[in-house]
């Protein structure tokens, strides 16, 4: 497996939110997380990216330990995050967010290519690529959030909650894109509410409640069972 997480217990100061928490995601993969708000997810998600450190437990990405990693050493490593709420410099211009993804050495050497691989995949983007990233709609910094993480040059990119805040229209073709993600080598960790979105995309999925992993399987298996289809579909 590309990343293992085996027994992860997260928290802030003396308050828990993940306990036990173990899952995998192999290389070429779209692995999904879902569960209700207040879950755990985007805790379990900063974990793996580095940004908080787990209490106990174990989590590797290529045969690495990265329990002693420093967290800005994780991209490195080749781990690239898309942040719930896109967290993009809204006064820079859209360029000028997407280079912030490639500042490590190799992927700067690639900037050229990997700035024409994201605007080929936004087009939208290279026309806009002068204008404050603030000035662009949501989906449209959502795109640059994502361009961002694959300027890294990444061999897995965890998006956390990548379709909140964006109109119906614009769901499908986010999708489409971590789909395509995937398609160019990237293996894909996804959390997301929106759970038949997440589970038609995946190739694995995990079901997260409060703090705790309670299913796990394939998407077709997890839309079978009741439980799920009433807290989940509406079904």
Same mark, same amino acid.
């Given at each position: 497996?590309?990343?293992?997480?085996?027994?992860?217990? &997260?928290?802030?100061?003396?308050? /828990?939110? $993940?306990?036990?928490?173990?899952?995998? $995601?192999?290389?070429?993969?779209?692995?999904?997380? &879902?569960?209700?708000?207040?879950? !755990?997810? =985007?805790?379990?998600?900063?974990?793996?990216?580095?940004?908080?450190?787990?209490?106990? !437990?174990?989590?590797?990405?290529? !045969?690495?330990?990265?329990?002693?990693?420093?967290?800005?050493?994780?991209?490195?490593?080749?781990?690239?995050? $898309?942040?719930?709420?896109?967290?993009?410099?809204?006064?820079?211009?859209?360029?000028?967010?997407?280079?912030?993804?490639?500042?490590?050495?190799?992927?700067?050497?690639?900037?050229?290519? /990997?700035?024409?691989? &994201?605007?080929?995949?936004?087009?939208?983007?290279?026309?806009? @690529?002068?204008?404050p990233a603030g000035e662009?709609? !949501?989906?449209?910094?959502?795109?640059?959030? &994502?361009? @961002?993480?694959?300027?890294?040059?990444?061999?897995?990119?965890?998006?956390?909650?990548?379709?909140?805040?964006?109109?119906? =229209?614009?769901?499908?073709?986010?999708?489409?894109?971590?789909?395509?993600?995937?398609?160019?080598?990237?293996?894909?960790?996804?959390?997301?509410?929106?759970?038949?979105?997440?589970?038609?995309?995946?190739?694995?999925?995990?079901?997260?409640?409060?703090?705790?992993?309670?299913?796990?399987?394939?998407?077709?298996?997890?839309?079978?069972? /009741? *439980?799920? *289809?009433?807290?989940?579909?509406?079904?």
């Amino acid at each position: 497996m590309l990343l293992e997480a085996r027994n992860l217990h &997260i928290g802030y100061g003396d308050a /828990s939110a $993940v306990w036990d928490v173990s899952l995998d $995601v192999g290389a070429g993969e779209i692995v999904s997380v &879902i569960g209700p708000n207040g879950a !755990g997810k =985007t805790t379990l998600i900063n974990a793996i990216a580095g940004l908080l450190r787990c209490r106990s !437990g174990d989590l590797s990405f290529d !045969g690495h330990n990265m329990n002693c990693v420093k967290a800005h050493d994780y991209c490195g490593h080749g781990i690239a995050l $898309v942040p719930e709420g896109r967290r993009l410099f809204v006064k820079m211009s859209v360029e000028e967010n997407l280079e912030l993804g490639c500042y490590l050495r190799a992927a700067r050497a690639a900037r050229g290519p /990997s700035l024409e691989r &994201i605007y080929s995949l936004f087009p939208i983007l290279r026309d806009k @690529r002068r204008q404050p990233a603030g000035e662009l709609s !949501g989906g449209q910094q959502q795109m640059v959030a &994502i361009g @961002r993480a694959l300027m890294a040059c990444p061999r897995i990119v965890l998006f956390d909650e990548p379709s909140l805040g964006l109109a119906p =229209t614009i769901v499908d073709d986010m999708f489409d894109i971590i789909a395509r993600v995937r398609a160019d080598g990237a293996a894909v960790l996804l959390v997301e509410q929106n759970v038949l979105k997440a589970l038609e995309v995946a190739d694995r999925a995990y079901v997260l409640e409060q703090g705790r992993i309670v299913a796990q399987g394939l998407p077709e298996e997890l839309m079978k069972q /009741s *439980r799920i *289809r009433e807290a989940y579909l509406g079904i």
